[in-house]
């Protein structure tokens, strides 16, 4: 199923589906920002009152050449209204940011599963490096899925537009677009990582800034176009009231 119409600020209010849990991969070249999205996207999912259960998968290689297979970094998260122990086995939302991201990964999302790429990656010299013969977005390869074609690239340079950032600097905000965009299709509250970004780059103002107008604009995007007719809510989870602490393997092996 293709989606692929424009932004219009005049759409009727897409209509809530409830889940009781997903599993969202985000993917991209290693240096795009995916495992902080999905960190991000798991702590607001925390926030929220859901169990969650997180993936990270780094390149095989420590710098493998851009754009290819071999470099693709993604994080996966399984979040639910119940208590969950792995991360999920199968996707249901692949969020790929170049061609090689989405070869990587296609396999392990389900028939109809929402797949959102970022089109502007789609040149001929990156689908050739990914190993693709034919443009993927347009073969007919992607039918049995929910394709939502979506210029993270060009939308998050205007977005940033505003702030002193570089080319570079602009393309790296593109995590936060795509991080914006999910949660507003997931309902999660953006307002702690508007305040981690604060802190984090407190002493570099211009990056602190583009970040927070680039997730901004991720969820304005979502708001206004009609690609999504649905947005979907998964509940918090029934947990007994108490102080809980969201903790990773590498930190949970370094206070053992």
Do not use: C
């Not at 005049?10 to 999205?37: C, E, H, K, W, Y």
């Not at 208590?83 to 070869?103: C, F, K, S, Y």
């Not at 176009?225 to 989870?237: D, G, I, W």
């Amino acid at each position: 199923m293709r989606q692929g119409a424009d932004v219009n600020p005049g759409q009727q209010t897409p209509q809530r589906q409830r889940l009781n849990r997903v599993v969202i991969r985000f993917a991209g070249d290693s240096g795009d920002g995916m495992q902080l999205t999905g960190d991000r996207f798991g702590a607001e999912s925390a926030e929220h009152g859901n169990d969650i259960a997180t993936l990270p998968d780094y390149p095989a290689e420590i710098r493998a050449p851009q754009g290819t297979i071999a470099g693709v970094s993604s994080f996966q998260i399984q979040f639910a209204d119940e208590d969950i122990v792995t991360p999920g086995e199968h996707v249901d939302v692949l969020v790929a940011m170049n061609p090689a991201a989405l070869r990587a990964n296609l396999a392990d999302v389900v028939r109809g599963g929402l797949v959102i790429v970022d089109k502007h990656s789609f040149a001929k010299r990156a689908l050739e490096k990914a190993g693709y013969q034919a443009d993927p977005l347009t073969d007919g390869s992607l039918e049995g899925y929910q394709l939502v074609e979506v210029d993270i690239t060009t939308l998050t340079a205007t977005a940033v537009s505003a702030f002193e950032t570089s080319r570079r600097g602009a393309a790296r905000s593109r995590n936060m677009f795509a991080l914006g965009l999910v949660s507003w299709l997931y309902g999660r509250p953006t307002e702690d990582t508007v305040h981690w970004l604060g802190e984090t780059f407190a002493s570099r103002p211009s990056v602190r800034d583009a970040n927070i107008a680039a997730l901004r604009a991720g969820e304005n995007y979502g708001e206004n176009t009609e690609q999504f007719a649905v947005r979907y809510e998964v509940p918090p989870a029934p947990v007994p009231a108490g102080r809980y602490r969201r903790i990773t393997g590498n930190l949970a092996t370094a206070y053992g």
